[in-house]
C-alpha cells in the first residue's frame, strides 16, 4: 500500500476489507481476516487496520468484540438512525417531511401486511390495538402503542426493509406522533384517530389489501387535518 496520510491509509483499509466481504460473499457473522494479518497483507500498521475497521463499524457493515474477530454485522438501523435524528436536531427535516415520508411508505406496508400476514402476525395486531383501546387516556401510552402497532404492520408485510425503515426514522415518528397528538382536543378527535387503527386492523385481518392501503390513505389526512386545524387555532 502507497505512502499517505493516517485517515487516508484507514480509508484504504476500509475499502480493502469490504471488497474482500463482497468478493467473498461473506454473509452476516462470517469472520474476518485478523488485525496482523490484514496489517501485514497491505503493508501497515495495525493502528491503522483498527481505524480502518471503525470506519466499516460506523457504517454497520462489521461488528468488533474484544476478544474476537472482527465479523460481518446484520443488517442494522444504526446509521440511518443516526443520520435521520441529526437532521430532526438540525432542523434539516420537520414533522411535515417525516409525515409525508412515512404516508408514502405506510400505505405500501399496509397493503401487503393484508397480504402476507400470519396467524402470529394477527394476534400481535390484535393485543396491539386492545393495548391502543385501553390507553385513549393516556398520551404516552397510547404514543406507545400506537409506534408498536405501525412497527407491527410492517412485521407483517414480511419484508426486513420495511422493519429497518421504521425502525430507523423511530425518534422522528415518535416526535410526529407527539405533535399530532398535541394537536387533539377532546374524545371525538382522539376516538376518531382510534377508529382509523381499528379499520387498518380489520382490512388487514379479512386480508383486504385495497381496503388497508385506503384505511392508511384516510389515517394520514386525518393526522394532516388535525395537524392543520390546531395550527390555525
Known sequence: MSVGTAATLA????????????????KPGDALPG???????????????????????AAGLIEVSNGRRARVSRMDDAPILGFMTN?????????????????????GVAGQAALRRGAVDLARLDD????????????????????AFHRALALAA?????????DAIRTPMRASMRASEAHRHGRRAISEGHRLHEAIHDAVARGDRAGAEEAMRE?????????QEGQAA
Open 11 to 26: 480509508e484504504r483499509v476500509a475499502e480493502h476489507i469490504r471488497a474482500e466481504i463482497f468478493a467473498q460473499h461473506l
Open 35 to 57: 488485525e496482523i494479518e490484514i496489517a501485514a497483507r497491505l503493508g501497515v500498521s495495525r493502528g491503522i487496520v483498527r481505524e480502518g475497521r471503525r470506519q466499516l463499524v
Open 87 to 107: 437532521a430532526l436536531a438540525t432542523r434539516q427535516i420537520g414533522v411535515p417531511e417525516v409525515l409525508e415520508f412515512r404516508r408514502t411508505l405506510e400505505i
Open 128 to 147: 396491539i390495538v386492545r393495548t391502543l383501546r385501553a390507553a385513549v387516556n393516556s398520551r404516552k401510552r397510547y404514543i406507545d402503542a400506537d409506534m
Open 158 to 166: 414480511g419484508n426486513p426493509l420495511y422493519v429497518l425503515l421504521l
Open 219 to 227: 389515517h394520514f389526512a386525518e393526522i394532516a387535518d388535525v395537524m
